[in-house]
């Protein structure tokens, strides 16, 4: 699964270490992308022990983290779409994925 298009590159070494860490424990992922402003890891596993923890917290540090940037943020709403940026990105001006 190409995840990388689906999240901004802030959000990216975060991602990464969730889906290591994931497949090391027997997930398969299906599914990653930005919604309402935060992360969302969807994936299948026969045993799902410790790996909810594991994307818990990957999105609760993307609450705090600028999905285009990776330095500290915040979520807000831009324009009817909800997205956590910094401060550089308040106003929607934002990079390409």
């Known amino acids: 699964m ?7 590159k802030g959000w990216r070494p975060i991602v990464k ?4 860490k994931l497949v090391a424990g027997g997930a398969d992922i299906k599914q990653v992308k930005e919604k309402f402003g935060g992360l969302r890891i969807y994936f299948y596993a026969d045993d799902y022990t410790g790996l909810h ?21 915040k979520t807000i709403d831009i324009g ?5 940026v910094c401060e550089d990105h308040k106003n929607g001006d934002v990079e390409q994925r």
């Open 17 to 20: 270490d969730a889906i290591d």
């Open 2 to 8: 190409n995840w990388e298009e689906h999240v901004g």
């Open 53 to 73: 923890e594991i994307v818990d917290e990957a999105e609760k540090k993307c609450y705090s983290i600028c999905e285009f940037c990776g330095k500290p943020g």
């Open 80 to 84: 009817g779409w909800y997205k956590t």
